[in-house]
């Protein structure tokens, strides 16, 4: 998903997760690091329990995309 730090997903439309486990207070839980290339070519990167919860997120931002005024600057 990265290399060197830098995310792979390049592909207009992408998305791509890994699962890993942190142990907090004593406790491991698991969690989802996700990224979604844009069909605009914006990233969006999140880290959450679930796949679900990550798409809910992602799907959330893109309403927020939708919803931004266009300005046209001739």
């Known amino acids: 998903m990265t290399i060197n730090g830098v995310t792979t997903t390049n592909t207009p439309g992408?998305?791509?997760?890994e699962t890993f486990t942190r142990r907090v207070c004593g406790k491991t839980k698991k969690?989802?690091?996700y990224d979604y290339r844009h069909?605009?070519?914006e990233l969006f990167s999140c880290i959450k329990p679930s796949l679900e919860a990550c798409r809910a997120a992602r799907d959330e931002w893109e309403a927020h995309l939708c919803r931004l005024p266009f300005i046209y600057l001739p």
């Open 31 to 33: 969690y989802v690091q």
């Open 14 to 17: 992408q998305e791509q997760y």
């Open 39 to 41: 069909t605009d070519g």
